[in-house]
């Protein structure tokens, strides 16, 4: 039950454990020691084997997460990469209470998690905005359902929609906004309800490189505004190091962390940058041998 | 949109001219086959002496009454099938076989139960639309994107609040279409409750017309019902539907 806390904690020394017996020496580019955290007691989300299986349709086990072991700190940016089909977005979900895991421990703050709460808010991927409210309603909808007066709901409103830049939309309705103004609503709807981990599930995938560039600036600068701690999903290493303290990758099916590699860059960050670049790419060769696993799984049995 | 109207102008002009050639032939006698004149001045005298107008109203009266009780009515057991595999098995599959029952059969029972009462008429026009709002509001459920609902528990919605300010609003586009069916059963089973009794309603107009031979009110009120229904569906219906796609964006799709 009890994590190997030397197999988790991101380490001061030289290399970072990952699983027993294999070892990772750290890259100049990425794996210097993390900074140190904000709080660094208490880990704020905690995942201990964690497994998860599920039945499939044709009545088979289907074990989707195997022995999953993450620490996440107060205030970290922590992104999940993978292969699609290794499990991220489930992972995500049950951390968010959508599911149960069949063994192991999930924790928040020490405390054992049954169900969705919002200490923990999760974007989808598909946003799930509420198209029958205004986007002030939406950005109020949680704070209501927490009984929060209605005076404080009202500042909060504006204070959330001025942070991601929306104040003038607050009586349009979903539909009449881009895709990007979109995904600043649901993220706007998250923080309002000031939770103390943002889930996001791949978040920017649907949009076009501008928008998503100017989004993780505003991310960013979100983040070190609000403190928040954030778990990121998502398919780009390159957005992955663009954002995350840390990143660990995921195997394809069933999905383990292979690896977590501490990003040790200066913010601001950029896309573009050389050292993200080069980053990105120690991660994106661990990464190609697992989507080559996926393709030979998929072609595999599509030609049998 | 002008090309329609026009198109059903000439319809309904060509309608009446047939209707005016058979009756100038006089195949049949007056009472059997009206001429399109005889109706109108009965029409004209129905609003004239204000039978017609008395008869919608307790009509309308009786349907706001029965319709809002059965739209009540239906969510909760919509809510209450949809909340439980156990009631959707058996609950949920008795009310889709009840729903292959006329409503009209619920009359004996209802009179026997009620007697010759308002309260028989409004238990016809209830069990008319009961189980049509009931089932919309399950197929609802059933079709709105999961999404909502997961956004909802997500934000800290549960139990109740998460019915009313999710689950409820997040299908309304989808059980509109039953509540539109709802409302056209309820108008029917009204009519045909109506015709039992004296009960004011525009049910007995029609039966009064037939107890007098006068074929000229039976089809006056009979075009009156029809234009009742269909202002409710047209006017009514369409707006909300329009006004709620509009808000959804579901006009402009994306």
Redesign the interface.
């Given at each position: 039950m009890t994590p190997n806390p030397a197999l988790r904690t991101p380490s001061t020394d030289e290399s970072i454990p990952v699983r027993p017996g294999q070892w990772k020496k750290p890259s100049a580019a990425c794996g210097s020691p993390l900074r140190t955290p904000r709080n660094a007691a208490v880990p704020k989300v905690r995942l201990s084997d964690i497994s998860l299986n599920y039945k499939t349709n044709d009545g088979s086990r289907l074990l989707a997460l195997d022995k999953i072991n993450l620490q996440v700190k107060a205030g970290e940016f922590l992104c999940i990469v993978g292969p699609s089909g290794c499990g991220k977005s489930t992972l995500l979900h049950l951390v968010a209470g959508f599911h149960t895991p069949s063994s192991g421990n999930l924790m928040v703050d020490d405390k054992p998690v049954a169900g969705p709460g919002t200490d923990r808010i999760l974007i989808f991927q598909e946003l799930g905005l509420f198209p029958w409210l205004t986007v002030g309603q939406n950005v109020e909808f949680g704070m209501k359902m927490k009984a929060i007066p209605k005076a404080e709901r009202k500042e909060r409103i504006q204070q959330y929609l001025r942070l991601v830049h929306l104040s003038k939309f607050k009586d349009s309705y979903v539909h009449q906004l881009s895709g990007g103004m979109r995904q600043r609503v649901a993220l706007a709807r998250a923080l309002a309800t000031e939770p103390d981990v943002l889930l996001m599930d791949e978040p920017f995938a649907a949009l076009d490189a501008q928008t998503r560039d100017l989004l993780h600036d505003e991310l960013e600068r979100i983040w070190e505004e609000t403190g928040s701690t954030i778990i990121f999903v998502t398919h780009n290493v390159r957005e992955a190091v663009r954002l995350g303290d840390r990143v660990a990758l995921m195997t394809f099916r069933p999905g383990r962390v292979r690896k977590e590699y501490s990003i040790d860059l200066p913010r601001p960050r950029h896309l573009e940058d050389v050292s993200v670049a080069k980053c990105a790419r120690e991660i994106l060769d661990d990464l190609r041998e697992e989507i080559n696993k996926s393709l030979e799984e998929e072609y595999g049995q599509a030609t049998r | 949109m002008a090309k329609r109207l026009a198109k059903q102008v000439v319809f309904y002009g060509a309608l009446i001219a047939i209707w005016v050639i058979l009756a100038e032939l006089k195949i049949w006698p007056p009472y059997v086959f009206p001429t399109p004149l005889g109706v109108m001045e009965s029409m004209k005298a129905g609003f004239a002496d204000h039978s017609f107008w008395i008869a919608m109203a307790v009509s309308m009266k009786r349907m706001l009454l029965g319709y809002g009780l059965a739209v009540i009515l239906g969510m909760i057991l919509g809510l209450g099938v949809g909340s439980s595999k156990f009631l959707e098995d058996t609950l949920g599959s008795l009310l889709v076989s009840l729903q292959s029952l006329p409503s009209i059969c619920w009359l004996p029972l209802a009179v026997l139960w009620f007697g010759l009462t308002e309260k028989a008429i409004l238990f016809v026009v209830v069990m008319g639309s009961l189980l049509s709002v009931t089932i919309a509001m399950e197929d609802g459920r059933r079709q709105m994107p999961k999404?909502?609902s997961?956004?909802?528990?997500?934000?800290?919605?549960t139990k109740f609040?998460l019915f009313w300010?999710?689950l409820l609003?997040?299908s309304?586009p989808y059980i509109l279409t039953g509540l539109k069916q709802g409302w056209a059963f309820a108008w029917r089973s009204l009519i045909s409750g109506e015709m039992i009794f004296v009960s004011l309603g525009l049910g007995q107009l029609l039966m009064m017309g037939r107890d007098l031979n006068d074929m000229n009110q039976v089809i006056a009120v009979m075009i009156l019902i029809v234009a009742i229904g269909s202002v409710v569906d047209g006017l009514v219906f369409a707006t909300i539907e329009r006004r709620l796609q509009h808000?959804?964006?579901?006009v402009?799709a994306?």
């Open positions: - | 999404i909502y997961m956004a909802g528990r997500n934000l800290g919605a609040r300010h999710v609003p997040a309304l808000k959804w964006g579901l402009t994306t």
